[in-house]
């Protein structure tokens, strides 16, 4: 991989044998460390945006992992995350994926084991922050009668109102829209947009799903644009007017 010492990871971990051990060993790896030692220090640093990536307690004093982790989605920071949470906390990590944590560990973990999360996650979102959030080359702006989408910013605007998008939810919306008046299937987007298999398939998708109409639907209970399709995934409905 290319300079490491580039690439900074935050650690929030509240138990300092743990947080010291991690900084000591990922610094050996080349990685660039921070560290905080409670929620709400993780929250500020994390919000600084020198991190390429943020390895997430869950149990934390101040404030909570899972607070952390859906602050920063609800305003629009997606840097990856990778939850480390202690046995029994099964449900826990499921909420953590659901808010748009990237992967999980449990404690206790090897070093070699976390390094290739580590690596398997960069990988991803780099590629993926790369390629934009489709493969081929494609419009930034896009106009449909109701909805105009800006993929530079991630930004929908309805009715003068915008809404700013989190990494999962444009590439949902760019997907389906890609195919619109197709069907895509869950599993493709699952496929497509996490990259890998082991999430709790239908409800994550359909979270993010339920997350885009309001902004996308002027009525959630009847959506036009993204449309269920019953026992088959979701399809998008609109004629692109215009695109920049
Ligand atoms: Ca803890």
Redesign the pocket.
């Known amino acids: 991989m290319s300079n490491l010492s580039d690439t900074t990871i935050l650690v929030i ?3 300092p044998d ?1 947080r010291e051990g991690l900084q000591h060993n990922l610094e050996l790896e080349g990685y660039t460390i921070e560290t905080a030692a409670d929620g709400n220090e993780g929250l500020r640093k994390a919000r600084e945006g020198r991190a390429s990536l943020i390895l997430l ?5 101040v404030m909570p ?1 899972l607070e952390v982790l859906r602050t920063l989605r609800d305003t629009g920071h997606e840097t990856p995350v990778i939850i480390i949470s ?1 046995k029994g906390q099964d449900r826990d990590k499921v909420a953590g994926l659901e808010l748009g944590a990237d992967d999980y560990l449990t404690k206790p973990f090897g070093l070699s084991e976390l390094t290739a999360r580590i690596r398997a996650v960069l990988r991803r979102t780099q590629a993926g922050a790369r390629a934009g959030v489709s493969n081929k080359p494609s419009a930034t702006v896009m106009k449909f009668p109701d909805l105009v989408v800006d993929w530079k910013r991630f930004t929908v605007t309805r009715e003068d109102s915008e809404a700013q998008l989190s990494r999962y939810e444009a590439e949902i919306l760019r997907m389906l829209i890609d195919r619109r008046g197709e069907v895509v299937s869950r599993q493709d987007l699952l496929r497509r947009v996490w990259g890998y298999v082991h999430l709790p398939a239908t409800r994550t998708v359909d979270n993010h799903i339920a997350r885009l109409r309001k902004k996308v639907e002027r009525d959630v209970e009847n959506p036009v644009h993204v449309v269920t399709v019953h026992g088959l995934g979701y399809r998008f409905e609109s004629d692109l007017l215009e695109e920049s």
């Open positions: 971990e509240d138990e743990l307690d869950l149990m934390l004093p992992g202690a």
